[in-house]
């Protein structure tokens, strides 16, 4: 089998099941049934552009016409780019990025990329940017100001200050992660190691 096939396929998989776990969890979430109508759209767009992908559509003859595929790295990086933009737009409608069910995936795209032997440097590096700027987004959209206010909740102004540092914590720990990721996706590239 072709290796720009094989990634391909591998990639059509990866992104048939993303969706899907993003579609089972925006059923299974409270009063998030507005989600979905984006969610079909957007899933017909990605899915679409791995299918119009030089691994798929190749070389496409229509008459005389001569209608080549989307470079696969290119589709490959768009489709990380679109999946990274709209699990941003999730963690926003979803809480933010400490409460919502859709972080863990925001946190697995440049793991996905590299298993995809994307090149660490600049696709994966750009993915893991675009991830630290989505957590960041989701962690100062959370709803700290309706949750944590001291004079409408039941928590005192200390308490609010702990759950706030605990957000930036989770935060922390969530980049720190990502940067271990990006230091094991490199050393293999690095001579002599």
């Given at each position: 089998?072709?290796?720009?096939?094989?990634?391909?396929?591998?990639?059509i998989?990866?992104?048939?099941?993303?969706l899907?776990?993003?579609?089972?969890?925006?059923?299974?979430?409270?009063?998030?049934?507005?989600?979905?109508?984006?969610?079909?759209?957007?899933s017909?767009?990605?899915?679409?552009?791995?299918?119009?992908s030089?691994?798929?559509l190749g070389?496409?003859?229509?008459?005389?016409?001569?209608?080549?595929?989307?470079?696969?790295?290119?589709?490959?990086?768009?489709?990380?780019?679109?999946?990274?933009?709209?699990l941003?737009?999730?963690?926003?409608?979803?809480g933010?990025?400490?409460?919502?069910?859709?972080?863990?995936?925001?946190?697995?795209?440049?793991?996905?990329?590299?298993?995809?032997n994307?090149?660490?440097?600049?696709?994966?590096?750009s993915?893991v940017?675009?991830?630290v700027?989505?957590?960041?987004?989701?962690?100062?959209?959370?709803?700290?100001?309706?949750?944590?206010?001291?004079?409408?909740?039941?928590?005192?102004?200390?308490?609010?200050?702990?759950?706030?540092?605990q957000?930036?914590?989770?935060?922390?720990?969530?980049?720190?992660?990502?940067?271990?990721?990006?230091?094991v996706?490199?050393?293999?590239?690095i001579?002599?190691?």
């Amino acid at each position: 089998m072709d290796q720009t096939l094989k990634l391909t396929l591998t990639a059509i998989t990866m992104q048939f099941l993303f969706l899907l776990i993003l579609r089972i969890a925006a059923r299974l979430l409270p009063a998030t049934y507005h989600l979905l109508r984006p969610m079909t759209l957007f899933s017909v767009m990605t899915l679409g552009l791995l299918a119009l992908s030089e691994g798929i559509l190749g070389e496409f003859q229509l008459g005389s016409i001569s209608i080549a595929g989307i470079q696969m790295s290119l589709a490959l990086f768009i489709l990380f780019v679109a999946d990274t933009a709209f699990l941003t737009y999730l963690l926003i409608d979803t809480g933010g990025s400490r409460e919502s069910p859709f972080t863990s995936l925001l946190l697995m795209l440049p793991v996905l990329a590299i298993l995809l032997n994307q090149p660490v440097y600049p696709q994966v590096s750009s993915y893991v940017g675009f991830v630290v700027v989505a957590l960041s987004v989701g962690m100062m959209t959370a709803r700290e100001e309706e949750e944590l206010s001291p004079e409408d909740s039941n928590y005192g102004a200390r308490d609010a200050d702990v759950l706030r540092r605990q957000s930036w914590i989770y935060w922390g720990v969530s980049v720190a992660a990502l940067m271990l990721v990006m230091v094991v996706a490199w050393a293999p590239q690095i001579p002599g190691l």
